[in-house]
């Protein structure tokens, strides 16, 4: 695809997503998750393994969420754990990368133990408390299993990024270039 054709789709979708935040602020709207579709691609030495994933569908921004979780992490997670992140939007035919801002969009992260906002041995704020989840490193080897638990997604701003549109997600996680995880998603946000 050509390098003038790519500025010209880039700048259709930032008007596309000015407007759209512009109208969701007016109308104090709320986003809703559908059509949520997974499947891992981790590879058989990979140290988490996903069993289930289930999220209630439509899912409202704000709003309650169902989840159900089943995995299992086989060896405990440390630092380094280098994790990247790829977001792509749908812009007529293509698919166009969401750019990394404020560690939002399609981010590298060299160690994103060292960024997470929790330090450890300090509890663990809500949701991850009553889920039994761990909010910092280093994760302990174990299983990790939600079934059908409700979990609210505040009145948060929306960034840019997240305005009506079909996206597709890819998360991959190493360890000492061990793979932890490998996930990719498929949603629609309308």
């Not at 104090?28 to 393994?49: E, I, M």
């Not at 408390?129 to 299983?143: A, H, I, T």
Request: aromatic residues 6%; contains cysteine; proline residues 8%.
């Amino acid at each position: 695809m050509s390098q003038s054709l790519m500025q010209v789709i880039r700048r259709l979708d930032e008007k596309i997503n000015t407007v759209e935040i512009v109208e969701l602020q007016k109308q104090g709207a709320t986003l809703k998750l559908k059509q949520f579709d997974w499947v891992t691609c981790s590879g058989p030495d990979a140290l988490a393994r996903i069993n289930e994933l289930d999220i209630s569908d439509p899912l409202s921004i704000p709003g309650n969420i169902t989840i159900t979780v089943d995995s299992v992490l086989s060896a405990d997670v440390q630092s380094p754990l280098k994790v990247a992140v790829r977001v792509q939007k749908k812009v007529g035919f293509f698919w166009i990368d969401v750019p990394c801002v404020d560690n939002v969009g399609s981010c590298d992260y060299e160690d994103l133990c060292a960024i997470i906002p929790f330090p450890p041995g300090e509890p663990c704020p809500e949701p991850f408390l009553s889920l039994n989840l761990p909010c910092n490193c280093p994760v302990s080897k174990g299983d990790y299993v939600l079934k059908n638990k409700l979990v609210h997604i505040p009145d948060e701003h929306i960034p840019q990024f997240l305005a009506r549109g079909q996206y597709s997600v890819q998360v991959q996680a190493s360890m000492n270039s061990q793979e932890v995880v490998c996930f990719q998603s498929k949603f629609a946000l309308v």
